[in-house]
C-alpha cells in the first residue's frame, strides 16, 4: 500500500507537570531528513521519544504508512525494530565496540557471518575499525557518538530519530557526523527526524524544518523558505536569536 | 606466652595441618552460607531487577519494605524461622528444625533482603537507561532485562557478596534454628562461641582467622571485578 506519508500525527499530547505537546497534526513525507528547532523545553525530545514508542503519549493517534501503531506487543516490536533513536548522551555498553554495534543484529536473529560483515564496514565508515575490541564505556564523546550512530544504523532502519547528535562534540567530529547522516540518507533514503539547537546545523542539513514552540508546532516548511522568509514572528525571532529562553 | 599469641600460634597449627574437626565445620558453613546465597540470587536479582526498573513511586513501599528487612537482626529470623519450623508451627510436620535446611532458610531470610534491595538500588541508578537503549536497538522486553542485569552486573555481584558476608558472618539465626550440634548444624560462627565459652581459644581463632581469610578473599575477588569492570570482551 502506498501511502503519500510515511507518518502522521493527529491531536498528540503529552502532559508531565505541564503541557510538553500538543500537535493537532504533523504529516512527515519517507526518505526526507527533518530538523527539529525549538527552545529548551519545547517538547522535541519528548516528540522523538513518543515516535519512538518508548514513551506513550497522553492522547493521539501516530501513523506509520497509514496504519495505527499496534495495541499487540509483538506486532508493536516489528514496528519499533523499523526505527531507532540516538540519543543526546548515549549510553554505550560496557563491553566492546563492536559488540555495541552488533547488538541490534542480534537482537534482529541475524546471521554470525552477516552481523561480522556488517558491523566491519560500518566501523570502518565512522572511522572505529582500529578501535573495535575496546570497551566502549571508556570511549571520548565524540568516539561514543559515532559508536552510537553505527549501532543505531547497522540494522537499516526506516527511520532513524537523532536527538542533538553533534551536541558538546569538536568542530571535526561535527563534521564526520554531519557527513554521515547525509549519506545514510542519499544512499538509503533513510528517514531522518533530527532535533538540534545548532540552526545552522539545521539548515545545512535538513530538507524541512519544524518549529516547535512550547509544546506545538508553530511552523513547518522548506529549509530555505523557513529560515530565509518565516512566516511567524516567534520564528523569526527564534532563528534571529531574539528569543529568549 | 600471652594467650592471644598462644592461640593464634595454635590456630595456625590446626589450619595447616587441616585438623578434620576445623575443616568438617568450615565445609559446613560453606555450604549453608553457599546454599542461601545461591537461592537468594536466583529470587533476589530478577526481583531487585523488576522493582528497580519500575517507577520509583509505584514501589515506594515495598522498597521501604526491604530496605528494613537488609537490616533484620539475626536473632529475629531465627526466631520466625524457629516458630515456623518447631513441632507446634505450621511447617513442623517437615521437620526441618535443627537441621542445615532450617539454617539455610534463616539465611536466605537474611541474604534476600540484601540480594534484593542492593540490586534493586544498581538497576535503578542507570537501568532505564540501558533498557530504553535497548529498546530503541529492537529488544524485545526479555532481551533488553537481560542487558539491564548485565550492564549493572558489578554493582550486582557486589550485592551478592555482601549478602554472603552477612550470612556467613551471623550467628544469632543459625544457632537458634540449627542447634549448634557437633558434626550435624555446627558451623564457624557457632563453633567460635562455643569454644570461646569453653576456653579452647586456638579452636575459635583458628575459625577466625579463616573467617577473616574467606573475608579477604571474597573482598578481593570484589575488587578485581570492579577495577577490571567485570569480564573482558572480544
Redesign the interface.
Known amino acids: 500500500m502506498s501511502n503519500k506519508y510515511f507518518i502522521e500525527i493527529e491531536n498528540l499530547t503529552k502532559r508531565y507537570t505541564r503541557e510538553v505537546l500538543n500537535i493537532p497534526r504533523l504529516s512527515l513525507e519517507r526518505g526526507k531528513i527533518y530538523g527539529i528547532i525549538g527552545p529548551s523545553g519545547a517538547g522535541k525530545s519528548t516528540l522523538l521519544r513518543i515516535l519512538?514508542l518508548?514513551t506513550p503519549p497522553d492522547s493521539g493517534e501516530i501513523r506509520f504508512d497509514g496504519q495505527p501503531v499496534p495495541e499487540n506487543?509483538a506486532a508493536r516490536?516489528s514496528l519499533?525494530?523499523r526505527m531507532?533513536?540516538?540519543?543526546q548522551k548515549?549510553?554505550l555498553?560496557?563491553?566492546?565496540v563492536?559488540?555495541n554495534v552488533a547488538?541490534?543484529l542480534k537482537?534482529?536473529g541475524f546471521k554470525q557471518k552477516e552481523i561480522a560483515g556488517r558491523v566491519g564496514a560500518l566501523l570502518e565508515q565512522v572511522g572505529m575499525r582500529e578501535m573495535a575490541?575496546r570497551?566502549a564505556?571508556t570511549l571520548s564523546g565524540g568516539e561514543a557518538q559515532r559508536v552510537a550512530l553505527a549501532?543505531?544504523v547497522a540494522?537499516n532502519p526506516e527511520l532513524l530519530l537523532l536527538d542533538e547528535p553533534t551536541a558538546n562534540l569538536d568542530p571535526a567530529n561535527v563534521e564526520l557526523m554531519e557527513k554521515l547522516i547525509v549519506q545514510l540518507n542519499r544512499d538509503s533514503g533513510m528517514t531522518i527526524i533530527m532535533v538540534t539547537h545548532n540552526i545552522f546545523q539545521a539548515r545545512r542539513l535538513a530538507h524541512q524544518v519544524i518549529f516547535l514552540y512550547q509544546g506545538s508546532v508553530v511552523e513547518m516548511g522548506e529549509t530555505e523558505q523557513l529560515f530565509d522568509n518565516p512566516a511567524d514572528s516567534r520564528t523569526r525571532a527564534f532563528i534571529e536569536g531574539r528569543m529568549i529562553y | 606466652m600471652p594467650p592471644l599469641l598462644e592461640g593464634i600460634i595454635q590456630a595456625f597449627k590446626l589450619i595447616i595441618t587441616l585438623d578434620p574437626d576445623l575443616m568438617r565445620i568450615v565445609l559446613l558453613s560453606l555450604q549453608v552460607s553457599g546454599a542461601a546465597i545461591i537461592i537468594s540470587t536466583l529470587l533476589g536479582v530478577p526481583l531487585g531487577s523488576f522493582l528497580g526498573l519500575k517507577e520509583e513511586r509505584k514501589t515506594r513501599l515495598i522498597s521501604k519494605i526491604i530496605f528494613t528487612l537488609m537490616g533484620l537482626p539475626p536473632v529475629v529470623a531465627g526466631l520466625l524461622i524457629y516458630l515456623l519450623l518447631s513441632r507446634q508451627g505450621p511447617l513442623g510436620v517437615l521437620g526441618l528444625l535443627y537441621t542445615p535446611t532450617a539454617m539455610i532458610i534463616a539465611q536466605v531470610c537474611l541474604a534476600l533482603p540484601i540480594v534484593t534491595g542492593l540490586t534493586m538500588v544498581a538497576v535503578r541508578s542507570t537501568g532505564r537507561e540501558v533498557e530504553e537503549t535497548a529498546r530503541t536497538l529492537g529488544a524485545g522486553r526479555g532481551l533488553a532485562a537481560w542487558t539491564v542485569i548485565r550492564e549493572s552486573r558489578i554493582s550486582i555481584l557486589g550485592a551478592i557478596i555482601t549478602g554472603f558476608g552477612r550470612v556467613v558472618a551471623e550467628v544469632g539465626a543459625v544457632m537458634m534454628v540449627g542447634g549448634n550440634i557437633e558434626g550435624h548444624t555446627r558451623v564457624m560462627t557457632t563453633a567460635i562461641v562455643l569454644e570461646t565459652g569453653k576456653g579452647n581459644f586456638e579452636f575459635a581463632i583458628g575459625l577466625g582467622l579463616i573467617l577473616l581469610l574467606l573475608a579477604f578473599l571474597i573482598n578481593s575477588l570484589l575488587y578485581r571485578f570492579q577495577r577490571g569492570g567485570g569480564e573482558r570482551h572480544e
Open positions: 519512538n518508548i506487543s516490536l519499533q525494530r531507532t533513536l540516538v540519543f548515549p549510553v555498553f560496557k563491553t566492546s563492536r559488540e547488538y541490534g537482537a534482529r575490541e570497551r564505556d549501532r543505531a540494522f
